[in-house]
């Protein structure tokens, strides 16, 4: 028996999809009454192993090889199908999600199994293996293909846009002594680069600069702002708060020294490393604070010279 | 060494992205301030910390370490390990304290330099 594989896209796009999409509309069915020796031709004709039995569109069982080939060997005489058909039969329901056909089949090692309208019962179509591997080859082939577009035309946008100058300003807010949303205006970033084409190095470096800058706006001040701009040769980056402001900045730039509160240190933060960080990620790094009022960075990273990876340094 | 076997050799308690423990491992990093690990640590590289909040998860986002691996039997915040499978990070538990995990890590031929 086949297993699917777990992947967590797999899974996604089984929750996602529902019975409905994936099932064969193209419905066989057999009358009850039909004689067993008229099933073979169905069968064969139709290249299917199994067929639901079907009054009004009511199921009432469902008929396959197996029975078939029982009822040759037997040697008995032609009697109707609903005296051979299996009555027990395991069905979807057209709105399930995907996953749960996919588990039945494991579940019970069946080929196909009829899918009912839950309301009215009445059968809709069948579904196998086949049409759920189509069905989720199908959905994977086109969210390929809208990522492949997505991505050319964002790597693109530079080259596509006409104008003198073209920039790109993303805009990040930053809630203060918000740990649990920290890092998350980095995390976006970095991914929105990626998007963009940037070279990894290049998005590390800013990600990590940002991080940092992230990191003490949270910690020390009640709030603030980041405003990237992605240039075709560089990328700049501006972070300012409405905090305390820094009194001695010379010796904020010193490594170790910090004045992050116990509490923060429990939680790893305050190793006095962060401004050297950003520093260190950066090609330029200006910092204008005032106390009482707050604090500005800009940070410049360059994109079109050869990059010097910070790792390296 | 890959994760995979790191995991059944020290005994260690997966907690989140099973799917990325093919990885091999590049070194070692320790460290519990994350300052530290952005400034020191490098992509490949598994690390040691106490810290179980979620912000680990960046910082081993950030640096593309191979996995995080907190010590003491400690165990990582329900948050973290939500956004460590999402970055595809990998977190294991060692119930060994600092000191002796790392050191049988190193005499595993997992090293702290390059
Ligand atoms: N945005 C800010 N507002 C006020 N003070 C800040 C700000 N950023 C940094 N500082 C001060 O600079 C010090 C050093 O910062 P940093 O190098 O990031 O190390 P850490 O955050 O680990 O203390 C901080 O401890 C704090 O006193
Ligand atoms: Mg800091």
């Known amino acids: 028996m086949i297993t699917y ?52 569109n009511k199921l009432l069982g469902v008929i396959c ?28 329901c057209a709105d399930e999600p995907l996953v749960h056909a996919i588990n039945k089949l494991q579940q019970y090692g069946f080929f196909h199994f009829p899918v009912l309208e839950r309301e009215s019962g009445e059968l809709l179509g069948t579904i196998t293996r086949e049409d759920i591997i189509r069905k989720l080859l199908q959905k994977l082939e086109i969210e390929y293909r809208e990522e492949e577009i997505r991505r050319y035309r964002a790597s693109h946008i530079f080259e596509d846009i006409m104008a003198d100058k073209t920039s790109l300003i993303f805009q990040y807010y930053i809630v203060g002594q918000d740990f649990n949303r920290a890092g998350e205006s980095s995390s976006a970033l970095k991914k929105s680069l990626k998007r963009l084409g940037t070279h990894p190095d290049i998005a590390r470096r800013v990600a990590i600069a940002v991080y940092e800058a992230e990191m003490n706006v949270v910690i020390y001040a009640r709030g603030g702002e980041i405003t990237v701009k992605v240039d075709p040769n560089q990328i700049r980056i501006e972070v300012e ?23 923060v240190r429990e939680l790893g933060f305050g190793a006095g490393m962060g401004l050297n960080n950003i520093k ?16 500005r960075l800009e940070i410049y990273v360059a994109t079109k010279k050869e990059s010097v990876s910070y790792e390296v340094k | ?70 010590i003491n039997g400690r165990e990582p915040e329900e948050e973290t390990i939500k956004k460590a499978e999402d970055e595809g990070i990998p977190i294991m538990v060692s119930k060994l304290p600092a000191f002796e995990l790392v050191g049988r890590l190193y005499q595993a031929g997992i090293s702290g330099t390059r």
Request: include cysteine.
């Open chain 1, 65 to 92: 090889v197996e029975d078939l080939v029982n009822w040759l060997m037997s040697g008995a005489k032609d009697c109707a199908i609903e005296e051979k058909m299996s009555k027990d039969v395991v069905t979807l």
């Open chain 1, 241 to 263: 708060d409405s905090g305390p402001g820094i009194p001695d900045i010379e010796k904020a730039m010193r490594p170790g020294y910090s004045t992050a509160p116990e509490w």
């Open chain 2, 1 to 70: 060494m890959k994760l995979s076997e790191l995991v059944i050799k020290f005994d260690l308690k997966v907690k989140c992205g099973v799917h990325e423990l093919d990885r091999e491992i590049k070194g070692g990093y320790v460290s519990d301030l994350l300052s530290d690990v952005i400034a020191n640590g490098r992509a490949g590289e598994v690390w040691i910390t106490l810290q179980i909040h979620h912000n680990i998860v960046g910082v081993a986002s950030l640096k593309s370490l191979a996995a995080i691996v907190i």
């Open chain 1, 5 to 56: 594989p777990k992947a967590p896209k797999i899974q996604e796009l089984g929750y996602e999809l529902k019975v409905r999409q994936a099932m064969n509309r193209n419905l066989i069915t057999v009358e009850p009454r039909t004689s067993m020796s008229k099933l073979r031709g169905v069968l064969r004709s139709n290249r299917i192993s199994g067929v639901p039995v079907t009054r009004e």
């Open chain 1, 280 to 295: 260190k990620c950066a090609d330029e790094m200006n910092i204008t604070s005032t106390v009482g009022k707050g604090t």
